[in-house]
């Protein structure tokens, strides 16, 4: 543990580091604004930064998201996923789905996008793998369950990126509720399973990144 491990996570520290975010084009400006007003939990910008730095690297043909909303994560993906590149989506609300499949359509974007409307426990195990890039940002209660479903699914070398991991601060605090015993359960999970190599980020909201070994 380092001496001061609160330097580099106040207030100062997170407002310094978000100025230094490119800013982001017309439509998802607009995206972030609906989300603002309509109250839609969209990944936060410095997520949607690590995620382009993340595929940019990985450079992934089969991705799968838990949790669709309003297609901001989607349309950050697939921009980084170009031509070749197959994302899924799963959305059980069929209203955010319709305002999703929108906004996606209005990106243009060259991968081809295949929306899911229904409960992701559901839906996962009818889709057909393997996957080599997952997004998990869904019921925090079902996290371990959307790991069960997709690690048969996952090639070696398959990255799997968690938002909501510390669950605003809740888990490090020991609260107890469903959702952060479930996060915290899922941290020590992700964190000790042989089969994944992980860390996780003090970022947005906490962000999980496990490569599957
Ligand atoms: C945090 S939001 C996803 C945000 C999105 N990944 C982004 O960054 O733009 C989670 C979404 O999961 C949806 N959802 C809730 N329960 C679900 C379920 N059981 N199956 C699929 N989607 C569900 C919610 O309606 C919500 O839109």
């Not at 001061?4 to 996570?9: G, W």
């Not at 295949?114 to 793998?129: C, N, Q, S, T, Y």
């Amino acid at each position: 543990m380092k001496d001061r491990v609160d330097a580099i996570l106040d207030r100062s520290q997170a407002v310094y580091l978000e100025s230094l975010l490119p800013p982001r084009d017309a439509l998802l400006v607009r995206m972030e604004e609906f989300a603002a007003d309509e109250h839609q939990p969209i990944a936060d910008p410095e997520v949607a930064q690590m995620m382009r730095v993340l595929l940019r690297a990985k450079r992934p043909r089969h991705i799968i998201e838990v949790g669709t909303n309003i297609g901001y994560s989607v349309i950050v993906m697939g921009r980084e996923g170009g031509a070749g590149c197959v994302l899924e989506t799963i959305e059980l609300n069929r209203g955010i789905l319709t305002t999703a499949k929108g906004f996606v359509a209005e990106a243009e974007l060259a991968c081809d996008v295949r929306f899911h409307e229904g409960a992701a426990l559901d839906v996962l195990p009818k889709l057909a793998g393997p996957f080599d890039f997952v997004f998990i940002d869904c019921v925090k209660t079902e996290y371990g369950d959307y790991l069960d479903a997709l690690l048969p699914k996952l090639e070696s070398g398959a990255m799997i990126v968690c938002d909501n991991l510390l669950w605003k601060g809740q888990v490090a605090r020991g609260i107890h509720d469903p959702a952060t015993d479930a996060l915290r359960g899922f941290n020590e999970r992700i964190t000790t399973d042989p089969r994944l190599l992980t860390i996780i980020l003090p970022l947005g909201d906490g962000l999980g990144i496990s490569i599957v070994q």
